[in-house]
């Protein structure tokens, strides 16, 4: 270890070579906390199955030097790691199966199926701190086990910690409690994270708002800290020749429809092309990630089989590429509280941003901002209200896009530092 720097033990169960938009949050946090003089060890596990992979993600990291340490397996149920392809990939379900499944998981495993992780992780995890001796901890979630990873491991170890929550855990109104007893121990565990932990961080202001709603006689304002989601301005320079083709009109949404549907923006592109036939030749919907079978289903339905362009999933660098190659960018969001990471890397694409998602969702600060369309879920008016004037301003030449001054705070640098001052406040404490 340098000299003047200190170790954090970072745990976090999803990490590359997984891929999609989950893991970028932290594999940039560890990227970027030694420039803050902080060293960074990785706990996480060995993945099995997922859906995607994309080891160009650990290449980044791995050619920082960054120390990461994994369990020999990840605590994945034998039947699904039995249904992975040959390069550990499954498919992406309906949604339909996707809830069935979720609702399997929520009556068996509390808090989830990474429970069944936490035992080699617990045990890695006091090796690492026995032998590197790090100041604190950190873990980010889903899956909610690495708060308990860290709370164990913090009271055995007498360390502080610190847990940095990517969407809600308990109150999720997405989340299905069988019986009361599951949600009481949903709540006693929270709790229990809660109550130890040195500092709270959040992505948006509505999940600080849901925590202290939660549990108003545990935490106060200053006790939950927004460090947001954001950029990376490297991922943008290595790539920085990328442009848009002059002769299409381009539409893109790059990353995995999870919360959320295309109806509206279906619909919406339907009665765009009834009232433009000829932009039949010049617009391209492109999808750049994993699509849900029944997704692709309503691309027929509403006859745009001749317009949609699917490239399926691509390493995250392909997929900064395809932002820059966008004109506009189009983020699908149905959820309240939870939050997109997508759009903060279209900020840093300076792409034209179309937004369907509820008003009262994380994205209300940027809804009135330049270079932003939105439009509710189900307002079909007001969508294709939105696609004839970005058609006609990519006609002329006057795509509006967001300002540098919208961008600033979003940089991964700019957060990882936020992040390194709670570190450092704490470990001296």
Do not use: N
Not at 297 to 307: A, C, I, N, S, T
Request: aromatic fraction near 12%; include cysteine.
């Amino acid at each position: 270890m340098e000299a003047g720097r200190r170790r954090v033990l970072v745990i976090a169960y999803y990490f590359p070579p997984m891929g999609t938009s989950g893991v970028l949050r932290v594999s940039k946090f560890v990227k970027y906390l030694p420039d803050y003089g902080w060293e960074p060890l990785v706990l996480t596990a060995t993945p099995s199955a997922y859906f995607a992979f994309d080891p160009s993600l650990l290449e980044e990291l791995e050619q920082r030097w960054i120390a990461i340490y994994r369990t020999p397996g990840d605590g994945t149920p034998r039947w699904i790691q039995r249904r992975a392809a040959a390069d550990r990939t499954v498919a992406l379900p309906t949604r339909r199966l996707h809830r069935l499944w979720l609702r399997w998981s929520q009556l068996r495993w509390i808090p989830d199926r990474a429970i069944r992780w936490k035992h080699q992780a617990v045990e890695l995890g006091w090796r690492l701190i026995q032998e590197h001796r790090p100041a604190i901890l950190f873990a980010t979630a889903p899956p909610f086990t690495d708060f308990l990873v860290a709370a164990a491991l913090a009271e055995r170890a007498g360390l502080p910690f610190i847990v940095d929550y990517r969407d809600p855990w308990g109150g999720d109104p997405e989340w299905w409690y069988p019986t009361p007893w599951h949600r009481s121990t949903h709540r006693k565990l929270e709790r229990y994270v809660l109550t130890r932990a040195a500092r709270i961080t959040v992505v948006t202001r509505g999940l600080k708002e849901h925590l202290l709603r939660q549990y108003p006689e545990l935490l106060t304002h200053e006790d939950v800290v927004i460090i947001p989601h954001g950029y990376d301005p490297e991922d943008f320079a290595a790539v920085s020749g990328s442009a848009p083709p002059a002769d299409r009109f381009v539409v893109s949404f790059i990353g995995v429809l999870k919360h959320g549907t295309p109806r509206t923006m279906f619909e919406a592109l339907r009665r765009f092309l009834e009232q433009y036939p000829a932009a039949r030749r010049q617009l391209e919907l492109r999808f750049v990630g994993l699509l849900r079978p029944e997704h692709w289903q309503m691309v027929e339905h509403y006859g745009l089989h001749d317009v949609v362009r699917r490239l399926g999933y691509v390493p995250h660098r392909e997929a900064v590429r395809q932002m820059l190659e966008s004109h506009v960018l189009w983020v699908e969001q149905d959820r309240i509280v939870g939050s997109s990471a997508k759009l903060f890397e279209y900020l840093g694409a300076r792409r034209t941003v179309l937004v369907c998602a509820p008003g009262t969702s994380f994205l209300r600060p940027f809804l009135t901002a330049e270079g932003i369309f939105w439009a509710e879920p189900g307002d079909v008016a007001t969508m294709s209200r939105h696609l004839v004037e970005l058609y006609e301003r990519w006609r002329s030449g006057s795509l509006p896009v967001p300002q540098e001054e919208l961008l600033a705070a979003f940089d991964r640098r700019v957060a990882t530092g936020e992040l390194a001052r709670l570190l450092s406040f704490h470990a001296a404490l």
